[in-house]
């Protein structure tokens, strides 16, 4: 079923920029179109790049936000999501968490 | 005249004219409109969907540039449970699971959750689940949901501390009923919210207070009233709502929320009271009739799912599975059904996810 969804109107998750998009939904509450708009601004391309996996397999290697590919030294995880928070200035809770407890041990 | 090959709502294919497409598409909408009191269909709405069915392709999809999002309910079960919850049952990892997800399915999010599914289950193991959060935050990279439901049925007797009203009310013993899911409700929102926080403390993305409202009106307003009691201790934690139904059943009959009676709400009315009380994302429902047909299901759950968006100022992710959005009630859906309710849900009913 989730397959079939994916293949028939989802933008594709890390393939391209679906993880980005979905976060602008769930930490701001923005609707499709303000969302993709969002993340376009930010990664300087157009809204239906963000469903190309030419555009995005390139770029999310460039800014290191993982890509669905399995290569060797290339973000994934934690450190993708930290570079996720900083590109879209917007919060992510496992990072923050990271963060914040880094901060209260070197203070 | 030519016959199309569609499905029913069992998922049987029957064999209808492009006239019996289309009539059923409208009366199909039209039950919506009387049942919600919502505008039905327009005429483009309709035609739309007519060539959707009319169209033998075995899939069809959107526009390039219409995708929406995707989100889960069930978590990660789906491929290490049995057939009793659609699984596969297959011998693999919780995070594994995540992991495939995220990079083999192309989903947008991936959901983690217990295979109890409810959060009263969920609360004396939450430790457990905080680990399983924590490392599946270091192994993935899209944003993580927690699913599980309010489940307002496991507090009543035998399995829970409360009378349970499917007794007390043919018992004549109506106060009493009333009172067991009062409290219930009370003991159900304590649960969430004290699994909520821990999973917030270990870094979740996401809440997902899924098939709300499963055990009638007192069970979403646990849920509505844990999401804002959550949205207060932790603002941070996202959270989605899913519905059970697309109609809140009146299993209490009197309880309110924000000031207004929740029993008899349909989707347009629902997710007012989930973005009243802070919730980020509305998981609309509207369940599949399987003694009609496929057109007259989905045009009856696009229906009321446009008004829903429509009426929302939050993202909507409608259900679109097994029995529900349209689709027929079969635990193997077939493509072609599944596709053509995804390209209406976001063409026509301009939803933000499903």
New interface residues.
């Given amino acids: 079923?989730?397959?079939?969804?994916?293949?028939?109107?989802?933008?594709?998750?890390?393939?391209t920029a679906?993880?980005l998009?979905?976060?602008m939904?769930?930490?701001r509450?923005?609707?499709?179109s303000e969302?993709k708009t969002y993340v376009a601004d930010k990664l300087k391309v157009s809204?239906?790049d963000l469903?190309d996996t030419a555009v995005m397999r390139e770029l999310r290697e460039e800014l290191g936000?993982?890509v669905?590919l399995g290569i060797p030294g290339d973000p994934?995880?934690?450190e993708?999501?930290e570079r996720?928070s900083e590109v879209l200035d917007i919060?992510?809770?496992?990072v923050?968490?990271v963060r914040r407890r880094a901060q209260e041990r070197r203070s | 005249m030519s016959t199309y090959k569609v499905r029913s709502g069992d998922g049987r294919f029957i064999a209808m004219t492009a006239d019996e497409i289309r009539r059923d598409l409208i009366e199909g909408a039209a039950d919506a409109a009387d049942r919600g009191h919502i505008p039905t269909l327009d005429d483009n709405e309709i035609d739309r969907l007519v060539d959707l069915f009319v169209d033998q392709a075995g899939?069809?999809?959107?526009q390039?540039?219409?995708?929406?999002?995707?989100?889960?309910d069930g978590g990660d079960h789906?491929i290490n449970a049995d057939a009793g919850s659609c699984g596969l049952a297959l011998a693999i990892g919780r995070i594994q699971e995540l992991q495939l997800?995220?990079?083999a399915?192309?989903?947008?999010?991936i959901e983690l959750g217990h295979i109890d599914y409810s959060y009263k289950v969920v609360k004396p193991i939450v430790a457990q689940e905080q680990a399983y959060v924590e490392n599946a935050?270091?192994?993935?990279?899209?944003?993580l949901m927690y699913g599980a439901m309010t489940n307002l049925g496991l507090y009543f007797a035998p399995d829970g501390p409360y009378g349970n009203p499917a007794d007390l009310l043919p018992a004549g013993r109506i106060k009493e009923a009333l009172a067991a899911q009062e409290e219930a409700a009370v003991h159900a929102q304590r649960d969430v919210v004290f699994v909520g926080t821990r999973l917030?403390d270990?870094?979740?993305?996401?809440m997902n207070l899924d098939t709300s409202g499963a055990s009638g009106d007192a069970d979403f307003m646990a849920a509505l009233k844990a999401a804002e009691e959550l949205k207060s201790k932790v603002p941070?934690?996202?959270i989605?709502m899913g519905m059970a139904s697309e109609f809140v059943l009146g299993m209490h009959g009197s309880v309110t929320y924000k000031g207004e009676r929740l029993a008899g709400m349909y989707p347009n009315d629902q997710v007012r009271m989930a973005e009243a009380a802070g919730v980020?994302?509305f998981g609309p429902v509207v369940n599949t009739n399987t003694r009609r047909s496929m057109p007259w299901n989905l045009a009856r759950a696009v229906c009321f799912v446009k008004a829903c968006v429509e009426t929302s100022?939050?993202?909507v992710h409608a259900n679109?599975?097994?029995g529900v959005g349209g689709i027929p009630v079969l635990d193997t859906?077939s493509?072609d059904a599944?596709?053509r309710a995804?390209?209406a849900?976001?063409e026509i009913a301009r939803?933000?996810?499903?």
């Fill in positions: 079923m989730p397959i079939a969804h994916s293949v028939v109107s989802g933008m594709g998750g890390m393939r679906g993880d998009v979905a976060r939904q769930f930490t509450k923005m609707r499709i969302a809204t239906h469903s936000f993982g669905v994934k995880g934690m993708a999501k996720i919060p992510v809770n496992c923050d968490r | 899939v069809v999809g959107v390039m540039g219409n995708q929406v999002i995707s989100t889960q789906r997800h995220e990079r399915f192309g989903q947008d999010t935050l270091v192994a993935t990279t899209h944003p917030a270990s870094g979740l993305d996401i941070h934690l996202a989605e980020d994302v100022n939050i993202p679109v599975g097994m859906p493509l599944v596709s995804s390209v849900m976001v939803v933000d996810g499903l």
